[in-house]
């Protein structure tokens, strides 16, 4: 169990004020069963010369229990969960899933990493760095190498591959290394399926609907990837891949088609999304920028075909037509 606990007392003349919070992190493991919740408990009180009140609540949120199954590298949930969302906007509902869990995998297949082509000119030892720390050292006999290995915990840093050869002679040379967070190693697949009613809240209808994902590690560098979701009136189809672009970075691209009956009317839009990293070994900064782009007002996610808003016109006002987002890292070596 975690916890966390705040209060606050305050005197103002001849009014005192009170209040305290607490948020807990729950969990009971039983019979290979895991329950899970989050809690909160807030309370205040005030008092004067002539009045006294009081106020409390508790809330429990986030519940689920769930169930490994490590045969088939596979959770089990049920409750108040998240669909991951790798194309289409994740939401919350309740209901059960089905999903591939990469904490299963050994540790050097949960993340994407770039195979390290060289050659050495007799029996060597490749020491391979990334932001001045060794991340993999191995010996290799004279001829090609290639290695993938090795674990990678970032998802962006230029790698620099040293070969030091039975002389002690040393040649080096950088392996670009850009990643986004859907890029997979070669032949790793996940998956998930969800089905379960929308949960957001008092302005939301709470549609019933089936969520699917798959996606997998093509070659090096290439992770194709989709997710479909049907439900009643509403339907919605995402795919995309991404592509290692060497020395210059990483892509991805991705559309979702959906159709939807709202108020009767029927409408089909389309959703374009791009994605890309940089990393610059020399300077130690990551660029990744990130662009969305609704192609046209008739283009609807699922919790906005869920909105109870009775005005289409007042809804597409209100909608992200176009979202736009850059983010950038630099390492301080040294410093940390």
């Known amino acids: 169990m975690d916890y966390r606990f705040s209060g606050n007392y305050n005197k103002y003349e001849k009014t005192t004020t009170k209040s305290q919070y607490a948020l807990f992190n729950l969990g009971v493991n039983a019979l290979a069963w895991k329950l899970r919740?989050?809690?909160s408990w807030s309370a205040f009180e005030t008092s004067s010369l002539y009045t006294?009140?009081?106020?409390?609540?508790?809330?429990?949120?986030?519940?689920?229990?769930?169930?490994?199954?490590?045969?088939?590298r596979s959770t089990f949930k049920l409750g108040e969960l998240n669909t991951g969302g790798m194309i289409m906007e994740p939401f919350s509902y309740k209901g059960a899933s089905l999903f591939s869990n990469d904490e299963m995998l050994k540790s050097i297949l949960r993340n994407y990493t770039p195979k390290?082509?060289?050659?050495?000119?007799?029996?060597a030892v490749v020491?391979?760095?990334?932001?001045?720390?060794?991340?993999?050292?191995?010996?290799?006999?004279?001829?090609?190498?290639?290695?993938?290995d090795f674990y990678i915990s970032g998802l962006s840093g230029d790698l620099v591959v040293t070969v030091k050869e039975s002389d002690g002679s040393e040649h080096s040379f950088i392996q670009p290394y850009s990643s986004l967070p859907e890029m997979k190693r070669e032949g790793v697949a996940d998956y998930s399926i969800s089905i379960g009613k929308l949960d957001s809240g008092n302005n939301y209808h709470n549609p019933t609907f089936l969520y699917s994902s798959l996606s997998k590690g093509i070659m090096n560098g290439v992770t194709t990837y989709g997710d479909l979701l049907l439900a009643e009136r509403y339907k919605s189809l995402g795919l995309g891949s991404t592509l290692s672009l060497g020395i210059l970075g990483a892509l991805s691209a991705d559309v979702s088609l959906s159709q939807a009956n709202?108020?009767?009317?029927?409408?089909?839009?389309?959703s374009y999304g791009l994605?890309?990293?940089?990393?610059?070994?020399?300077?130690?900064t990551t660029v990744t920028l990130a662009t969305y782009r609704y192609s046209t007002e008739d283009y609807y996610s699922f919790r906005e075909f869920a909105s109870k808003s009775s005005s289409l016109d007042h809804l597409w006002d209100n909608k992200i037509k176009n979202k736009m987002s850059l983010s950038l890292s630099q390492s301080l070596g040294e410093w940390g």
């Open 275 to 284: 994605k890309y990293s940089k990393s610059q070994v020399s300077t130690g």
């Open 52 to 72: 006294q009140s009081s106020t409390s609540s508790a809330n429990f949120y986030n519940t689920y229990i769930e169930k490994d199954f490590g045969k088939f």
């Open 116 to 123: 390290v082509i060289g050659f050495a000119n007799s029996q």
């Open 127 to 148: 020491t391979i760095r990334q932001n001045d720390r060794i991340v993999y050292q191995t010996n290799v006999p004279a001829g090609p190498f290639e290695l993938n």
């Open 262 to 270: 709202k108020n009767n009317e029927n409408y089909s839009g389309q």
């Open 37 to 39: 919740t989050n809690a």
